[in-house]
């Protein structure tokens, strides 16, 4: 017998359920409990950068939004920096600006938004050029194991033509499933985006 | 081979970078998806409709994934992990008082310092405080129902709740979860984040549950039960259960551990 390489297993994930409000955004269960909560708004006054409203829906196989998703984004500060330890890239932390937050879907219509800025392109580890992106994370009851996709921006066509992670999905239709779209509405840029578990217009999704 | 071609070099020899330890570039191993629940799980009935169809697409670990929040003390408040006082009105939760403690650590063994730990059960009957929870058991005024803890050094949480009561959902027409608590874990990098389950030891409900069921390996589904851990219950006062969480593996070994604060 060779030597053991005694590495432990991950923990197996587990559908976080119709109820997940209650542990991560008590307020939409009903209920009031926590000093400090943890929301959609990413941005404080003094956060820099663009401000963006993003905005879209979770469609379940039968284009039916879900009503019961949680979603959390991660990304990058307006220069394009993470605020974490392991980027050591040249762009300025913001201090005012952590770079998470989750948000429930609304009960009634499953309308997800967040508030937050528009993330500079990124450095890679390796030196290559990223598109500015968001991180998406998605949980609810049917969903075994959180999904993770990403959010390009509609007004980055050069930055996206030339992103590694875009350029890895063979087909150029299923790069569409991943660019939020620009608009104006009453003086604020919103973001809109759709995010299809199944059917011909499947978001990719991505095993990280 | 043409022999008047001109040797190429390799332009990556031009700039020769030292050679690193194997495992310190601060990704994460590779997501063992044998381990986990499939995301079509036919057994599980809302997972029909919201199960991708598609392959993942493998995508090695960026900056993008390597990174991930970071939170501290200053985001919690005192009684955070305390379920039977941080929504206490007029006297103490109805049920069996438990404690429950562990560590979070990866895949290397290392305890996994300052993470966000959260967790929301139902009360002792099985009922939860949520508006589209229309079980017939009854509220419980002074419980809330959820909580969360920053791990220290170690890795090591714990917090103080009562015991959830299994209840009925419909999947079957007689379905019933098993007694069960449930857990968020960050890590320190976003391709870490887990949702679980957390179960107790002896449960008969266990073996029946259609969400557990879901889980193809015997050893993983196993992992997600807590033994009752008499060592560290409070005599006369509470039970205590353990539960070790495990996260993916990070290659690296010297990963500066994170400062508590924001």
């Known amino acids: ?208 | 081979m043409n022999a008047q071609a001109p040797a190429l070099r390799d332009p990556r020899l031009n700039r020769p970078e030292p050679f690193t330890p194997p495992l310190g570039d601060n990704g994460f191993f590779q997501r063992d998806r044998a381990i986990h629940p499939p995301a079509h799980a036919p057994g599980y009935k809302s997972s029909v409709l919201r199960s991708p169809r598609q392959s993942l697409l493998s995508l090695e670990n960026s900056i993008s994934e390597i990174t991930g929040p970071v939170f501290g003390h200053n985001d919690l408040g005192p009684l955070d992990n305390d379920l039977i006082r941080n929504y206490a009105k007029d006297g103490d939760p109805v049920g069996e008082r438990i404690i429950v403690h562990g560590r979070v650590l990866d895949e290397t063994g290392r305890g996994v310092p300052n993470t966000l730990v959260e967790f929301w059960q139902a009360n002792a009957g099985g009922r939860y405080r949520h508006k589209k929870d229309t079980y017939l058991a009854p509220i419980d005024p002074n419980f809330g129902g959820c909580g969360r803890a920053l791990t220290d050094d170690t890795g090591y949480y714990y917090f103080r709740t009562v015991k959830p009561g299994p209840y009925p959902w419909r999947n079957y027409v007689n379905s019933w979860r098993p007694a069960h608590i449930h857990f968020s874990v960050f890590g320190s990098g976003f391709a870490q984040r887990l949702i679980t389950q957390m179960y107790f030891e002896g449960d008969p409900l266990i073996p029946v549950c259609p969400i557990l069921t879901t889980i193809p390996d015997k050893d993983a589904l196993d992992r997600l039960v807590a033994p009752l851990d008499l060592n560290a219950s409070t005599p006369f006062d509470s039970l205590a259960y353990r539960f070790d969480i495990v996260l993916r593996g990070q290659r690296s070994t010297y990963f500066e551990n994170r400062t508590a604060g924001n």
Request: proline share 6%; with cysteine.
């Open chain 1, 1 to 208: 017998m060779p030597q053991p390489l005694n590495y432990l297993k991950e923990t197996a994930s587990q559908t976080a359920g119709p109820y997940v409000h209650i542990g991560l955004i008590p307020a939409m269960a009903g209920f009031d409990i926590f000093e400090k909560n943890f929301s959609n708004v990413l941005v404080t006054p003094n956060t820099k950068g663009e401000r963006i409203t993003l905005e879209g829906k979770v469609l379940d196989g039968t284009g039916t939004p879900l009503r019961d998703v949680l979603l959390e984004i991660w990304q990058a500060n307006a220069a394009g920096r993470y605020n974490h330890p392991a980027d050591r890239s040249a762009g300025a932390l913001d201090d005012e600006f952590r770079g998470w937050g989750r948000a429930g879907s609304d009960f009634d219509s499953g309308l997800v938004t967040f508030e937050t800025i528009k993330p500079g392109a990124i450095t890679d580890r390796t030196g290559r050029k990223c598109a500015p992106h968001v991180n998406v994370w998605i949980v609810a009851r049917g969903i075994n194991i959180g999904l993770n996709t990403r959010l390009y921006f509609s007004d980055e066509e050069a930055a996206n033509a030339a992103d590694p992670v875009l350029n890895l999905i063979e087909q150029p239709v299923r790069r569409k499933t991943l660019i939020a779209t620009r608009s104006e509405r009453a003086g604020k840029i919103v973001y809109s985006f759709t995010i299809n578990l199944q059917g011909p217009e499947e978001t990719v999704f991505f095993d990280v």
